[in-house]
């Protein structure tokens, strides 16, 4: 089975500085890696996904993440916080199954930023 | 195109009364999911229905819930006797008819916020 396991349940920075938010994959496969983004009491919008091709995959709004298999790795990147990324992120990975796929879920980190 | 639909966007429930919650998938969808947002958690899978049919059912409580997207019509995601603990957000995605589905994005609708008091 495939599981994602996010490590921080929040992260707080401070607007213009680095933003990292780790994410460690389990998958029997070489799996499908998402980031998604939810605002307070909106839907998901996808940020960036990975689906075996570059390792480094550039996303929405300036995000990035890049696949490390060696270290069951997808840490989500920005080099620079803005306040409007105030949001919980979320790891996704795909499971496959015969003929369809189901999303996984990590529980989520909340990212808070100050002026 | 619109996108992915749902409604209501919130919904209060005494407990014991039925939710029923709709998802109108995005133009040329035909396979729909459901997820629950318990609070604090990350979204977890509920079903994935294709049109008149339920493919996986895995991540259902096994009494109370049942979901169904029939050949006409939203899907819905019914929940009788609703009790304190079924409080969360639900979201549905859809993604393209395809045989090769697992391929493509889940397209997330905005959610349906119930509250059982």
């Known amino acids: 089975a495939q599981s994602v396991t996010q490590l921080d349940s929040h992260v707080s920075v401070s607007e213009g500085t680095p933003v990292l938010l780790r994410c460690n994959y389990s998958?029997?496969?070489?799996?499908?890696l998402f980031w998604y983004v939810q605002h307070p009491n909106k839907g998901l919008q996808l940020l960036l996904k990975?689906?075996?091709?570059?390792?480094l995959v550039k996303g929405i709004n300036g995000f990035e993440a890049e696949f490390k298999k060696s270290e069951t790795s997808f840490h989500l990147t920005k080099p620079s916080a803005h306040m409007s990324d105030a949001a919980e992120y979320f790891c996704v990975v795909r499971s496959y199954y015969s003929g369809y796929s189901t999303l996984t879920f990590g529980k989520g980190t909340m990212l808070l930023v100050s002026p | 195109n619109a996108g992915v639909m749902q409604n209501p966007r919130h919904l209060v429930r005494r407990r014991g009364q039925e939710a029923r919650l709709r998802c109108s998938p995005m133009?040329?969808?035909?396979?729909v999911y459901w997820y629950r947002q318990l609070p604090e958690e990350g979204l977890k899978f509920m079903v994935y229905l294709q049109k008149e049919n339920i493919i996986d059912e895995s991540g259902m409580p096994k009494e109370r819930f049942s979901a169904e997207f029939p050949k006409e019509g939203p899907s819905i995601l019914r929940i009788q006797q609703v009790v304190r603990g079924d409080s969360a957000a639900y979201f549905c995605a859809s993604s393209p008819e395809d045989r090769l589905t697992q391929l493509y994005e889940q397209y997330f609708g905005p959610g349906t916020r119930l509250t059982v008091t």
């Open positions: 998958s029997s496969y070489s799996p499908s």
């Open positions: 990975y689906t075996s091709a570059a390792t």
């Open positions: 133009k040329g969808h035909s396979h």
